[in-house]
């Protein structure tokens, strides 16, 4: 097995080693006398935001931490510990080749790799993520869109048809998914308090519960016009419309380096992107990467990026991993399947559909998918077997007792799997379209 692959975007840590994939936003928790990092930290966020630190990737460094947040002296001493937190849960991987984020200077760089050689692992290859990604296409310019917590870049990368090199780094302040999720926030509280009366903003039980429910409703706001929140008791309905304003700051922040790029400067997001609101409309000729997009060029650039036998160079040009298509012009050529056009949710019609789903939609509706089943139907329900998630007769599902339901049932007994009847045991992707009579149920995969 060859070294695990590291991407530190601080919105969704990601780790690959082998078959396995951890993912965990940089959050920490002090929980007693020991930190929570990731899904469990972000959970408890708005209800110990006293005990939550969201900022030690985005200002790594030795300075002691303030507030102070329990054993940890610094920055470092907590990316150390969420560092050793993903070796233990992707295996104990003995190498990693790190993706990082062009925001980390070249200090915090050295300090990164300070912090590895006290970790049980090793570093064999640096990287600049954007460059990694862009290495994917070919095209003569491209913009690489980064949103991280607390602030976004644009990383323009330059090509001269064989390499892809960085030229220029700008820095989007106040552009963060933690300040574009606190806008969505504002916009979805003042349509329950419109409808309602109830502003779930007021008890952190309920807060927490609409920053979780954010996900899942922005999904679903990616394939319908509306989508309903249902927090405390309470439910309000919220539109596209309504919430197109949340990202009108990323986008005019990001005016200046787009007009540089010129009309044929290929313009990439990473998944989180395709999310906020407004994106497709605002942003046209945006392209999401998909979801392992990453993993794929880390993997392809393969020995080039492994250094064991000297100090780690941090790389920032790479060669490119396609060719120009035929009869295209280069800045108009991508690899297929590695980004699609904005909006994107990673729904029906997705060309990733190996990843696996977490929720299922119906309407405008996105709700979790659980282990021990869920009734997605009168008649059926999708639950976990063999590590996939399939179809079952659902245990309530009851004979027909006349002709009427005789043809109803004979219309549902086979649900259709894209478009073809679906295998009993046949797994369930993301992206995956189930017809059952006149009921669509789509599986999608909420991104972090």
């Given at each position: 097995?060859g070294?695990?692959?590291?991407?530190?975007?601080?919105?969704n840590?990601?780790?690959?080693?082998g078959?396995?994939?951890?993912?965990?936003?940089?959050?920490?928790?002090?929980?007693?006398?020991?930190?929570?990092?990731?899904r469990?930290?972000?959970?408890?966020?708005?209800?110990?935001?006293?005990?939550?630190?969201?900022?030690?990737?985005?200002?790594?460094?030795?300075?002691?931490?303030?507030?102070?947040?329990?054993?940890a002296?610094?920055?470092?001493?907590?990316?150390?510990a969420?560092?050793?937190?993903?070796?233990?849960?992707?295996?104990?991987?003995?190498?990693?080749?790190?993706a990082?984020p062009?925001?980390?200077q070249?200090?915090?760089?050295?300090?990164l790799?300070?912090?590895?050689?006290?970790?049980?692992?090793?570093?064999?290859?640096?990287?600049?993520?954007?460059v990694?990604?862009?290495?994917?296409f070919?095209?003569p310019?491209?913009?690489?869109?980064?949103?991280q917590?607390?602030?976004?870049?644009?990383?323009?990368?330059?090509?001269?048809?064989?390499?892809?090199?960085l030229?220029?780094?700008?820095v989007?302040p106040?552009?963060g998914?933690?300040q574009l999720?606190?806008?969505?926030?504002?916009?979805v509280?003042?349509?329950f308090?419109r409808?309602t009366?109830?502003?779930?903003?007021?008890?952190?039980?309920t807060?927490?519960?609409?920053y979780?429910?954010l996900?899942?409703?922005?999904?679903?706001l990616?394939?319908?016009?509306?989508?309903?929140?249902?927090?405390?008791g309470y439910?309000?309905?919220?539109t596209q419309?309504?919430?197109?304003?949340?990202?009108?700051?990323?986008?005019?922040?990001?005016q200046?380096?787009?007009?540089?790029g010129?009309?044929?400067?290929?313009?990439?997001?990473?998944?989180?992107a395709?999310?906020l609101?407004?994106?497709?409309?605002?942003?046209?000729?945006?392209?999401?990467?998909d979801?392992?997009?990453?993993?794929?060029?880390?993997?392809?650039?393969?020995?080039?990026?492994?250094?064991?036998?000297?100090a780690?160079s941090?790389?920032?040009?790479?060669?490119?991993?396609?060719?120009?298509?035929?009869?295209?012009a280069?800045?108009?050529?991508?690899?297929?399947?590695?980004?699609?056009?904005a909006?994107?949710?990673r729904?029906a019609?997705?060309?990733?559909?190996?990843?696996a789903?977490?929720?299922?939609?119906?309407?405008?509706?996105a709700?979790p998918?659980?282990?021990?089943g869920?009734?997605?139907?009168?008649?059926?329900?999708?639950?976990?077997?063999?590590?996939?998630?399939?179809l079952?007769?659902?245990?309530?599902?009851q004979?027909?007792?006349?002709?009427a339901?005789?043809?109803?049932?004979?219309?549902?007994?086979?649900?259709?799997?894209?478009?073809?009847?679906?295998a009993?045991?046949?797994?369930?992707?993301?992206g995956?379209?189930?017809?059952?009579?006149?009921?669509?149920?789509?599986?999608?995969?909420?991104?972090?």
């Amino acid at each position: 097995m060859g070294p695990g692959l590291l991407d530190l975007s601080d919105n969704n840590l990601r780790l690959w080693h082998g078959e396995t994939l951890v993912q965990s936003p940089g959050y920490a928790l002090l929980d007693g006398g020991s930190y929570q990092f990731g899904r469990a930290a972000r959970a408890a966020a708005r209800l110990r935001p006293r005990d939550t630190n969201t900022r030690y990737w985005w200002q790594l460094g030795t300075e002691p931490l303030q507030p102070a947040l329990g054993p940890a002296r610094h920055a470092a001493d907590l990316a150390h510990a969420h560092l050793e937190a993903l070796f233990r849960e992707a295996g104990e991987p003995a190498e990693l080749i790190l993706a990082v984020p062009g925001s980390l200077q070249r200090e915090q760089l050295s300090l990164l790799l300070g912090i590895v050689q006290q970790c049980p692992f090793s570093a064999v290859g640096l990287l600049h993520r954007s460059v990694a990604l862009g290495s994917l296409f070919n095209a003569p310019q491209i913009i690489h869109l980064e949103i991280q917590l607390h602030q976004a870049m644009l990383n323009e990368l330059a090509g001269n048809g064989e390499t892809l090199s960085l030229t220029r780094s700008a820095v989007l302040p106040g552009c963060g998914v933690l300040q574009l999720q606190e806008r969505v926030v504002e916009l979805v509280a003042s349509a329950f308090v419109r409808q309602t009366r109830f502003d779930p903003r007021r008890k952190a039980a309920t807060e927490q519960q609409l920053y979780n429910a954010l996900p899942g409703a922005l999904q679903a706001l990616a394939l319908a016009t509306e989508t309903v929140f249902d927090i405390g008791g309470y439910r309000a309905r919220v539109t596209q419309q309504d919430l197109l304003g949340a990202g009108e700051r990323l986008f005019d922040a990001m005016q200046p380096t787009l007009a540089r790029g010129g009309a044929n400067c290929m313009l990439l997001a990473d998944p989180i992107a395709a999310l906020l609101p407004g994106l497709g409309d605002r942003l046209p000729a945006l392209q999401i990467l998909d979801e392992d997009a990453m993993r794929r060029a880390l993997l392809a650039h393969g020995e080039r990026l492994i250094e064991r036998s000297a100090a780690l160079s941090f790389v920032t040009s790479l060669p490119f991993l396609a060719a120009p298509c035929a009869g295209q012009a280069p800045e108009t050529a991508a690899p297929a399947s590695a980004a699609q056009p904005a909006p994107v949710a990673r729904a029906a019609g997705n060309s990733h559909a190996s990843a696996a789903p977490t929720h299922w939609l119906s309407g405008a509706r996105a709700q979790p998918l659980l282990e021990a089943g869920c009734a997605v139907h009168p008649l059926w329900e999708i639950h976990r077997k063999d590590h996939a998630w399939q179809l079952r007769p659902a245990a309530n599902a009851q004979p027909p007792h006349s002709p009427a339901d005789s043809a109803e049932s004979s219309a549902t007994a086979t649900p259709l799997l894209n478009g073809r009847d679906y295998a009993r045991g046949q797994p369930l992707h993301s992206g995956d379209e189930i017809r059952i009579g006149t009921d669509i149920i789509r599986l999608i995969e909420v991104a972090d």
